[in-house]
Every structure is written in C-alpha cells, then in structure tokens.
C-alpha cells in the first residue's frame, strides 16, 4: 500500500469550469492511502498515483453571471460552510518513488508489498509492486 501524509491542515482553493466559480477548504492533516495506476503495457509498475484528502469548506462561491458579471440575488459564501469537500491529486509513479528515495522528509511511504526504487545508475525511478 502507498500512503501520503499532510503533516499539518492545509487551506486549498479548488476552481471549477467558470472560472469564477470556487470552493476553498481546510485540507486536514492526516496519513492517507492512495491508489497506484498502471501502465498499460507493466501491471507491477505504477505509472500514476492518485491521493484524496478530505477537508471542511469554508468558503464558496456559485454565483451566477452573465457576460462575465455578477447577476441575480447576491450569493451567500458561507452557506456550505463546514460540509465536506475532497482534494485530490495525481502524481507519477516515478515522482513518488524519487522523493521516497531522495527525501528524509518525503510525505510518501510504501509499505511491504511496494518498493521505491532506482534504475539505470539513479537516472529514473519507478515505484514497484512486490509478489
């Protein structure tokens, strides 16, 4: 298993398709599991790794618009205050394996069945999943 860990609340704004439109959350601190995805062509190499980390909004803002200005009833940014939200984010295998390798104070770990490792004299890295 791949965990992630955010050693402290973080606050982070996620933008939507309008680009007005946004949610902004504390992020929580925590250890997280996260998801390894594969190549198509190597089933023990992760070619991508995917975290989400939970959090609370604080603030949003869903306001409709037209030609690019606010319009209608003016929209309340602490209504959805204190629900939940989801950040997450998707790495390469090889970018995790690197800082697990490389970084005393990586927030990436592996357990027993995957191992971070250097290949071709350290010029790449690959994230394996062990039998």
């Known amino acids: 298993m791949i965990h992630y860990t ?22 929580k601190a925590g250890t997280y ?9 190597r089933y023990d190499k992760a070619a991508q790794v995917t975290v989400a980390l939970p959090g609370i909004v604080t603030v949003d803002n869903f ?8 319009a209608g009833q003016a929209y309340d940014e602490t209504k ?10 998707q ?26 490792k250097c290949e071709n004299d350290c010029a790449t890295h690959s994230l394996l999943q062990v039998e």
């Open 63 to 70: 306001q409709s618009h037209f030609g690019g200005l606010p």
């Open 6 to 27: 955010l050693p402290t609340d973080l606050p982070h704004t996620k933008y939507y398709e309008f680009a007005a439109w946004f949610t902004t959350g504390i992020v």
């Open 80 to 89: 959805n205050a204190g629900r939940d939200f989801t950040f997450s984010t």
């Open 33 to 41: 599991e996260a998801k390894a995805h594969f190549s198509n062509w």
């Open 91 to 116: 790495v390469y295998g090889y970018q995790v394996a690197e800082s697990i390798i490389h970084d005393d104070k990586s927030r990436w770990a592996v357990d027993d069945d995957w191992v971070a």
